[in-house]
């Protein structure tokens, strides 16, 4: 049965806040209200005997947590038998500088929830669930774009676990540590918080034509406006707690919405068939970005860039593979299961940033990928 909002969750070992108890919340309306302004959430299991933990999106449909991901990620082989997984979303509010080393620390909000997950089988509710998935985040737009096929729809596993053991924390000062004060050195508290960049739209579409309501939720879950009632399935921020307000400083970009971060190269897309495309890519974006905005086929970046889907798989061609360092451990874990198989020069683009020395690089995008 649902819990109604506005319910207080039973405190639990594991859920009881014993450090600042008095910041630990119990009751349903702070817990999704954190949650839902959160985009990501991380996830942490236990794999082959050692703990492991990856960063996902989610969505809350009333008390249960919905996750997904490329049929072959790791993880999810790793829930059968699993008595528990542990889940937390955070989100950043400020920086708190004290007089003192001490008291240092920073004001955020967190939610750790404890469930046992358990697969989505059920077509209609997984097909459901990529609606939320996609709704949630631009209102309406399922309706809109191409429906998943059905083996891109095989390809995705959908897990799920119920909100019934978790509790939020919350580190709100208004003011440091206020001792020291003979110490000469400022104290203060700078708020932070995701940031909404200047949209970048894919090639030939004309900004006007593109409805507000895609951006809605987005700003809201960025602080650039306050929730319409109605438009988004969360209550709003408590008060104090700043992320609905308009007046936040400007913290990290959120997702390919960053703006232009340097200058600019040019990297060719070749695909299978022979077949190139030459791209403008911004130095500090990263070539998955670059791949996206240009509209590569092939190049599609299910996970939103968090080396956990395996999609944007790229091969360097053998001229340029010199030039890099190579898949970092966790990037090679992931390439072990992309489609068409690991291949000499195979890199995740959404782990490459672009910089001056890319100029002219020339990557393949894989066959199975199109
Ligand atoms: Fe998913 Fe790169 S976008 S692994």
């Known amino acids: 049965m649902s819990v ?35 985009p990501m959430a991380h996830i942490s299991f236990i794999k082959d005997g050692m703990p492991a933990l990856l960063p996902m999106t989610f969505w809350r449909v009333d008390d249960v947590i919905y996750f997904h991901g490329a049929a072959k990620n790791r993880m999810f082989g790793s829930f059968d038998g699993l008595p528990s997984i542990c889940f937390t979303a955070t989100l950043l509010d400020g920086f708190v500088a004290a007089r003192d080393a001490l008291h240092h620390s920073l004001n955020y909000r967190c939610v750790i929830a404890y469930g046992e997950a358990e697969e989505v089988t059920d077509p209609t509710e997984k097909l ?56 000469k050195v400022w104290s203060g508290i700078i708020p932070v918080g995701l940031r909404m960049g200047e949209p970048v739209f894919a090639p030939g579409i004309d900004p006007a034509s593109v409805p507000p309501q895609d951006f809605s939720n987005i700003e809201y879950v ?9 438009s988004f399935d969360a209550p709003a921020a408590k008060p104090g707690h700043a992320a609905d307000s308009e007046d936040r400083v400007p ?23 022979g077949s190139s495309k030459t791209v403008k890519a911004t130095v500090g974006e990263t070539l998955l970005v670059a791949a996206k905005t240009a509209g590569i086929v092939g190049v599609v970046g299910d996970c939103g860039g968090c080396a956990v889907c395996g999609t944007c798989h790229v091969v360097v061609s053998d001229e340029w ?48 990928q199109r």
């Not at 207080?8 to 839902?36: A, C, M, N, W």
């Open 4 to 38: 109604a909002n506005g319910d207080d969750l039973e405190i639990t070992s594991r859920t009881r806040v014993h450090r600042f108890p008095q910041r630990g919340k119990y009751d349903l309306e702070t817990i999704y209200g954190i949650l839902d302004m959160s």
């Open 128 to 183: 459901q669930g990529l609606k939320n998935l996609v709704d949630r985040f631009y209102p309406d737009r399922w309706n809109r774009i191409q429906p998943p096929s059905q083996s891109e729809f095989e390809r995705v596993t959908m897990y799920k676990f119920q909100l019934k053991e978790a509790s939020a924390k919350i580190a709100a000062e208004e003011a440091p540590y206020p001792d020291f004060t003979d110490v």
């Open 222 to 230: 960025t602080g650039k406006r306050t929730i319409d009632a109605g």
């Open 251 to 273: 913290g990290p970009a959120f997702a390919f919405y960053s703006p232009p971060l340097g200058g600019q190269i040019e990297t060719v897309f070749r695909s299978a068939d």
């Open 321 to 368: 593979q010199q030039s890099f360092g190579g898949a970092n451990e966790w990037e090679a874990e992931v390439l072990e299961y992309v489609e068409g198989g690991r291949q000499p020069g195979s890199r995740l683009a959404c782990q490459m940033v672009i910089s001056e020395e890319m100029n002219g690089l020339v990557v393949t995008v894989p066959e199975a």
